[in-house]
């Protein structure tokens, strides 16, 4: 059958490669201004609110502390993931849902780029909106003087998540398109978010270290106020996560309709890619240890991340002795020299006492359940050195100013006793308590003071009883109240004499209570 | 010649839907006539390249849109209007328009002004602006007709273009019709007869799969003459005749 007229094809212009970038320019535009992820960011911003902003500020407005919750532990993450995932699954499975995906499919451009199109519009609002609402946070962080340095790594996680999750949800929503794939892959990145917080609290090491919410190792104390945060994990999560975000990308350019061999060729490559960057972010975690500072990855370590950070110490006096912190706790200062005067008080001018006390950054160790890090009395003239990051600050979890006061009295006179990492003997646990006595924590109060979270491992093991005839603990059971046994009687014996009686008896045994050979018998 | 089909067979697991159907179009408008379910769509879709046929060549503006590249080529040059229109309903005319332009390979400094040359086109010109949710169905129909014609196509594939447009929007449609096929292959597959004689320098007519009849709407008309099949206007006559006898001959379907 022929045509009534025959004439020969048309033919337009070769198209200009160099168009392309501007083309593409031109359906981002398109995409930003009819992306459905603005209309939901009011309710992240809501969630972002209640649920990473506001308990934050029940922290002391120090860096470290304040985005520990939001940033550590991935509440910003959380807040995002699922709505995000949802948006971009809604995004993803536009075409089939409106029934567009024939008109799509005829266009010349290929379908993988229209849709790569769409998915960064998607990306660009979400990670803005993340970036935005984080900035909020930390600016007011700013104007309320908050101190040390913002932890700018895991910002960097947390966008790189946001859009990793928006690249999967696109990827469900493109991959199996119906008006079920938004809630499915919303619920579905809630599932996960749930299981990388459940499973980052019991695994402290390994390949769970990967999970953008498990919380263990990424944030210690001195972090940002004594030395850097450390990037090694943040960046091996970073790849983790942008390497599912690539892999989910290459994913919807597969299938037979997404464009030509070539175009498909690449996307095979490119989900490759993806794949083997999060596998390697995933081994780069396996090898992560516990160090000094943080988590240290030898593959990504930079000796640099370990130089101390520079400042000037502010300084006070407690009972004519200098008491020196950090700036970035200029704010505790008084609570500081308040709790040492009474047991600097007691401990000034003996042999061996502190001519000066400082604040220094608490080392971590790799072992499971170790919190804190001693304090210690050492160095000529003598030092009482103080990582007052492992103690609850004021503020912090609930920590009240008198329990921070009398944790600071307990470790202090535990240095001063030279028990050092353990309980100590009898003779030291007397003296321990009988100088708390003296500084005003009551014998009655101790066994609690000795049960408080947070405290090295000794302070509890000095509640348990005796093993033997060697150690006698100063209570017969663990918890608060009243102390009884051989050792709290010395105790008491040693508290009940005057205080220069005490001050003598303590210059003329100190060495020998220090080297752990005064018996209790030898105690006045 | 545009259009140039070969013994095109279409499956869709048990079912044919188009069979052996051989076909040539150059530039004009061809009128696609059938009942429901005769494969106008089915066709119009493989020449849309948006499914393969099953078995028969197929070649669109002088290339085999089999491979990738030359599909590439066509597809930049192809103006196609779906039965059932999809639409994304957030978007505003321009940019829905503007989107398949830029999809379509446009040259972006193209686009502005061929988008509101299709938008002016189609009558929507102080719609432009709209959102797509807030148009009627024959503001959106001439909306999906602005994007088929966007690009200025050599081969334009409308399926059912003037279902829910007013008579007064179907007469400049028809217009727009025979202006595009100075220059371009326009296949219009249809049910409106009435659309194929005011507008159509050729027609065919499938039944069951088949084309049945293939000529000009003056030789459909002429093959209704002294029937006794039903129909007020001459053209319908001619189509029901053609229809019935298709159908009286079962061998012929065999």
Known sequence: MTAATSAPVRHQPPHASRSVPLTAARLLRLELRRNPMPWILPLIAAAFWFDSYRPSTTQPPIWVLRTFWNMGQGHTIIDFGPFVAGVAAWAGSRDVRRGIADLVTVTARSRWAAQLASWAATAIWAVGGYLVFVAVMFGVYAHQGVQGSPPWWWVAVGAAAVTAFCAAGFAVGALFPSRFAAPLAAFGAFLVMAMSSRTGFSHTSGWALILPTNSNGNYQPPSGIFYPYLPDLPIARVMFLAGIAVAALGLIGLPAGAGGPWLRRTAAVVTLAGVVAAGTGVGLAGTARLGPHGMVIPALHDAASDRPIRYTPVCGQSAGVAVCLNPAYRQFLPDVTAALRPVLGEVAGLPGGPVRATQVAGAYSSGEGEVGAPMTISGRPPVLRMPLGSLNLPGAFGGSTAQFAQQLKLLSVHAFTGAGAGPGTPAQQAVQAALLQGAGVPFSAQNGVLSAVGLPSWASATLQPPASGHGAGPAEEDGPGPATGPVHAAARRLAALPPSARHAWLAAHLGALRSGQLTLAQLP | ?254
């Open chain 2, 1 to 254: 010649m545009n259009v140039e089909l070969t013994d095109l067979t279409r499956r869709f697991g048990r079912t044919t839907a188009v069979s052996g159907v051989t076909l040539e179009a150059g530039p004009g408008v061809f009128g696609l006539l059938g009942p429901n379910g005769a494969g106008k769509t089915s066709l119009l879709r493989m020449m849309a390249t948006v499914i393969p046929p099953t078995s028969g060549r197929l070649r669109l503006l002088g290339r085999d849109p089999g491979s990738y590249a030359p599909r590439r080529e066509v597809r930049r040059k192809l103006g196609y209007l779906p039965q059932s229109l999809g639409y994304y309903p957030g978007f505003t005319v321009a940019d829905f328009v503007e989107y398949f332009a830029l999809l379509k390979d446009m040259p972006p400094g193209r686009v502005p002004a061929a988008v509101a040359a299709a938008i002016e086109q189609v009558g929507l010109g102080d719609r432009a602006r709209a959102k797509l949710r807030t148009l009627s169905g024959g503001m959106l129909r001439r909306a999906g007709i602005a994007q088929a014609i966007v690009n200025d196509p050599d081969l334009l594939l409308l399926d059912e273009p003037t279902a829910g447009l007013d008579p007064e929007q179907r007469v400049a449609f028809r217009g727009l019709l025979r202006e595009f096929g100075q220059r371009a292959t326009v296949i219009v597959s249809t049910h409106l007869v009435e659309d194929v004689g005011a507008a159509c320098t050729e027609v065919a007519l499938m039944e069951q799969g088949r084309i049945v009849f293939h000529g000009t709407p003056a030789e459909l008309t002429a093959r209704g003459e002294g029937s006794g099949a039903a129909g007020d206007a001459p053209l319908e006559r001619g189509y029901s005749a053609v229809l019935a006898a298709a159908r009286s001959v079962p061998a012929a379907r065999a």
